[in-house]
Nanobody, 115 residues
Framework: QVPLVESGGGLVQAGGSLRLSCAAS????????MGWYRQAPGKQRELVAT???????NYAESVKGRFTISRDNAKNTVYLQMNTLKPEDTAVYYC?????????WGQGTQVTVSS
């Protein structure tokens, strides 16, 4: 097992910023794609952004230009910088990582954006 520990969620006003972090620990040989997903109440979990080990990124249309995903391979950590937050960004944000050729999920961190 490879735990993914997330941090950085919270309550912020619309237009504000938050930075999420997710660190993988344990016996790690390789991490391929890392990413962030979110799930709002009553909705399905959706992709927010992904990043490969080489740094190639992919974003949902709804967050392009506002969110930035990055990673530190030496620390086995992925980040999500969220700017110009909107109330519709309110959700539980989950980290996902392909570690040792197996997918893992974090426990989720709540992001609430007030109007």
């Amino acid at each position: 097992q490879v735990p993914l520990v997330e941090s950085g969620g919270g309550l912020v006003q619309a237009g504000g910023s938050l930075r999420l972090s997710c660190a993988a620990s344990g016996r790690i040989f390789s991490i391929a794609v890392m990413g962030w997903y979110r799930q709002a109440p009553g909705k399905q979990r959706e992709l927010v952004a992904t990043i490969t080990k080489g740094g190639s990124t992919n974003y949902a249309e709804s967050v392009k230009g506002r969110f930035t995903i990055s990673r530190d391979n030496a620390k086995n950590t992925v980040y999500l910088q969220m700017n110009t937050l909107k109330p519709e960004d309110t959700a539980v944000y989950y980290c996902n990582a392909d570690v040792n050729f197996r997918g893992y999920w974090g426990q989720g961190t709540q992001v609430t954006v007030s109007s």
